[in-house]
């Protein structure tokens, strides 16, 4: 009996060392600050918890047309609109959820801008690239640049603030081959959202207008993935929760997108260039239907770090 006690402690104890051994090397790897490789992966999307207590007006969700299309800096430099732009590649609506309670900890936003595009994302099991549990896999490339820090500093988002404010720059140019009809008959059947996903976009809706939080539904323009049926959809659905819905890849006076000039890749992912014209028609559409709750705060002695952020931002974009 003592022998069995004895190679189950031993077994127990060699468990426990292995996960300790393994959950070290995860923290080791894992990049311990935005511009370390892997940074932005890691950092991004959750960077408003590096942000001062209740100072981000807008918060704006979604995939990773999000990071490539919606620019913080260009939004506060032409309006002095404070936001974050919290996308992550393939982002579900699910995890969306998650990051609008995160928020809630430490902001108190007067506008959540949700992109649509993620509503036809269904959740798949992948390594989580926030998760540090998976560090060791995702991250394992890092070991060619190991620094001393990496073996006794922990990654914190809620201490390395992010210039970008989560927008991710690109200068690449792609003509994409998609035509202005892309979107397909206007009178298409709408597509409905996955079961899983619309139970997830009803609880955001209603998450935020719980904390009086106004709701702003966003397509960025994206030829690849989106359509008409699409688009009839989401404005049933805006239409029955009374909040507003702006489908960018519809021509209108005062937006185009250029299909020769705004992506980085063949019509999924906005560039620089594409990034600023769609954040300048988002800002002038914010002050003319939320001024009575967003206001500029240039000139603002608590937000002078963000000409900081307009400052790297030209510097960075050309």
């Excluded at 003592?2 to 080791?28: A, D, E, P, Q, T």
């Excluded at 995890?95 to 994302?121: H, M, V, W």
């Excluded at 994206?222 to 699409?230: G, I, N, Q, T």
């Amino acid at each position: 009996m003592y022998k069995k006690i004895k190679r189950l402690s031993l077994f127990i104890v060699c468990i426990m060392l292995s996960v300790g051994i393994y959950m070290y090397i995860g923290m080791v790897v894992t990049p311990k600050n935005i511009e370390d490789s892997g940074g932005q992966l890691y950092y991004s999307g959750m960077g408003f918890l590096a942000e001062p207590e209740n100072t981000l007006d807008v918060m704006v969700y979604g995939n990773s047309d999000v990071y490539s299309g919606f620019s913080p800096a260009v939004l506060f430099e032409k309006y002095g609109i404070t936001a974050y732009s919290s996308g992550r590649p393939r982002q579900t609506i699910n995890n969306i959820n998650r990051l609008l309670g995160q928020t809630l900890k430490k902001q108190q936003p007067k506008l959540a801008i949700l992109e649509t595009d993620c509503f036809y994302s269904k959740s798949t099991v992948e390594m989580d690239s926030t998760n540090i549990l998976f560090a060791p896999f995702i991250y394992h490339s890092r070991w060619k640049e190991i620094k001393t820090r990496d073996f006794h500093d922990f990654p914190s988002r809620k201490e390395d603030v992010d210039l970008n404010k989560g927008y991710i720059p690109s200068k690449v140019v792609y003509k994409t081959k998609y035509e202005k009809d892309y979107m397909g008959n206007p009178k298409s059947d709408p597509k409905p959202f996955p079961k899983e996903n619309e139970k997830h976009i009803r609880s955001f809706i209603e998450k935020c207008k719980k904390e009086n939080i106004e709701i702003l539904l966003l397509e960025l323009p994206s030829p690849s993935s989106w359509s008409y049926a699409k688009h009839n959809a989401v404005k049933e659905l805006a239409k029955q929760y009374d909040v507003k819905f702006v489908d960018m890849n519809i021509p209108r006076d005062d937006f185009k997108v250029e299909l020769k000039s705004d992506f980085r890749d063949n019509g999924n992912h906005m560039n620089t260039y594409g990034a600023a014209r769609s954040t300048e028609f988002i800002g002038q559409y914010i002050q003319d239907n939320y001024s009575h709750i967003i206001t500029n705060k240039k000139g603002d002695k608590k937000y002078e770090a963000w000409n900081n952020v307009v400052d790297h931002y030209h510097r960075t974009k050309l």
